[in-house]
DNA sequence: ACAAATAATTGACTTTTTCAACGGTCCGTG
DNA sequence: CACGGACCGTTGAAAAAGTCAATTATTTGT
């Protein structure tokens, strides 16, 4: 008798015996889709998304990066950037520098504010990380990093 | 003297050292943004994107999926499932077939020419997924896409 | 048989993305 | 030194993607 039935299998999940299931570029796009919604569901109550979490970050963590760098770190065109900066900018969360050595381009500055409110914000991050990676080992954590790495950074 | 300069250090990824390229939900983000270019560049010569090939994927698996699974397991409103489908039901890719089973859905089932154009489409995914994966042992890259589906499918 | 729930669809609306153009600044070459 | 070409940030417009509520047809439970 063939397995097949004409009713439909139990289906909850039939879906992820396809082989979409296996292309890494669709898990990619759900983890990542799954990781960002309750990212911003978390960083909503201090008036953040993923993108000005990741801004905010960078100019509290005093790498001192210019607009342009953030763009391409974080794989936005320069617009946006602008936008997201105008943003913290008019919250007082970060400021723009004209860079001394180069006055085309601004260096972003986060103030006391900023840091302040990054650090609560981090705290929420962190939980929801953690909260998502409940099924992962810490070493397996690390090890999921590493290999994202190679694909975030191919150098 | 202070290892602190006034000039841009070197500066090409300064930014890989900030607490930024150590959170998951980043490297998440940008991997699945290089990952997602690189996936549209190479299916737009069969004029596909990652969405409708994903969907085009599914219904050449004959796993008969609802526009509602489709949603689900795309995380996409049902309403975009609508719009993809007609896109590729307009090019006789794909049929809708109301399920005997529940006449309100409709099941997706790819055409002849759908199947050809997804077995074409296939190639160029992989090509590009092993060019991305190329700093990537295959032993890991099994490890990565078991890593990814514990976030992408948390039960 | 009826009420509540569900699948697909539509339309309105907001957000995000993508591009081209522009002013200000830097850099290398002549 | 000056000039052309490149680059940074900004603006604005247009296209694409995402969100949401309402509607019809159908199913399910009572």
Same mark, same amino acid.
Request: hydrophobic letters at 50%; zero cysteines; glycine letters at 4%.
């Given at each position: 008798?063939?397995?097949?039935?004409?009713?439909?299998?139990?289906?909850?999940?039939?879906?992820?015996?396809?082989?979409?299931?296996?292309?890494l570029?669709?898990?990619?796009?759900?983890?990542?889709?799954?990781?960002?919604? %309750?990212?911003? =569901?978390?960083? +909503?109550?201090?008036?953040?998304? /993923? !993108?000005?979490?990741?801004?905010?970050? $960078? #100019? *509290?963590?005093?790498?001192?990066?210019?607009?342009?760098?953030?763009?391409?770190?974080?794989?936005?065109?320069?617009?946006?950037?602008?936008?997201?900066v105008?943003?913290?900018?008019?919250?007082?969360l970060?400021?723009?520098?004209?860079?001394?050595?180069d006055?085309?381009?601004?260096?972003?500055?986060?103030?006391? %504010?900023?840091? =302040?409110l990054? +650090?609560?914000?981090?705290?929420? /991050? !962190?939980?929801?990380?953690?909260?998502? $990676? #409940? *099924?992962?080992?810490?070493?397996?954590?690390?090890?999921?990093?590493?290999?994202?790495?190679?694909?975030?950074?191919?150098?």
């Amino acid at each position: 008798m063939s397995p097949i039935g004409r009713t439909r299998p139990t289906g909850r999940d039939r879906l992820r015996d396809s082989v979409l299931a296996e292309d890494l570029s669709f898990l990619l796009a759900r983890a990542n889709a799954l990781t960002l919604a %309750a990212a911003n =569901a978390a960083l +909503a109550e201090h008036g953040l998304k /993923a !993108r000005s979490y990741s801004v905010l970050a $960078l #100019a *509290a963590d005093d790498v001192r990066p210019t607009q342009r760098e953030l763009a391409e770190f974080l794989r936005l065109d320069p617009s946006q950037v602008v936008a997201l900066v105008d943003g913290l900018e008019k919250r007082q969360l970060v400021e723009r520098r004209t860079d001394p050595a180069d006055r085309r381009a601004n260096v972003l500055v986060a103030t006391d %504010a900023g840091r =302040a409110l990054f +650090a609560r914000a981090q705290e929420s /991050a !962190r939980a929801v990380e953690l909260g998502l $990676l #409940a *099924a992962v080992t810490p070493a397996d954590h690390e090890r999921l990093a590493q290999l994202l790495r190679l694909l975030a950074f191919p150098d």
